[in-house]
């Protein structure tokens, strides 16, 4: 069955600790790997997306990385204004549609 | 901004009742997709269309349908509705079947 995993579920992080999210996915056939960030009552905003292992993809303070059984996502030196829940999706290479499926994502707190 | 519409914003209805949520692409966007986000549940994928055909069907209630109109524009119709109805109804558009999607402010429905 297809599944994403994301770990940790919460994160507090004091200013400029850095850390990374874990995204676990079991899918057959991975067509690519998108992370967004949603902040509450928002809709997700796209971040990145990865297509084969060994690809890397950066954006301000944030890097994705990808394995060929997982991502993850690396803070570096995060601010308050990081704080938001971040959402790893798999879109399957086989079947006709461009479907997501997402993990629960990881709620992430930075604190000044 | 994503480029995405959505509304109404919040909606607000008694069980039983029917409701009508509409979301406009990006501008060349062909694909729309609509998903639900509960708390438990997380987001979920409902269906797809491209270029006004049903291209694919998740885990979408027989008393759920949708379609999308010749100017790309879709329109989710959700019937009979029930307590556990309640949630964010997020629509996403991409360029083409695959790829990344951008998501639209949501609606958030209430069923009383």
């Known amino acids: 069955e297809d599944q994403v995993t994301q770990s940790p579920e919460a994160l507090r992080l004091q200013e400029g600790e850095s850390s990374s999210l874990n995204c676990s996915y079991t899918v057959s056939g991975l067509r690519g790997l998108f992370w967004y960030r949603q902040d509450p009552g928002k809709g997700p905003e796209f971040l990145f997306t990865l297509y084969s292992a060994g690809e890397e993809k950066e954006k301000e303070r944030l890097k994705a990385t990808l394995t060929k059984k997982e991502s993850f996502l690396h803070i570096t030196a995060p601010k308050p204004e990081d704080s938001a829940t971040y959402l790893c999706a798999v879109q399957k290479g086989s079947g006709n549609t461009g479907k997501l499926i997402f993990g629960q994502g990881t709620t992430l707190q930075v604190k000044p | 901004d994503s480029g995405v519409t959505q509304t109404p914003k919040h909606l607000i209805t008694a069980t039983g009742q029917r409701v009508t949520l509409r979301c406009s692409p990006r501008?060349?966007?062909?694909?729309v997709y609509w998903y639900q986000q509960s708390l438990d549940q997380g987001l979920q994928f409902l269906i797809q269309y491209y270029n006004g055909e049903e291209r694919a069907k998740g885990n979408i209630l027989e008393r759920f349908s949708a379609q999308q109109f010749p100017d790309l524009h879709s329109e989710l119709n959700l019937s009979s509705l029930e307590l556990g109805d309640s949630a964010l109804y997020f629509c996403a558009s991409s360029v083409s079947v695959f790829g990344e999607q951008y998501f639209g402010p949501g609606t958030r429905l209430t069923v009383t």
């Open positions: 501008s060349g966007d062909l694909s």
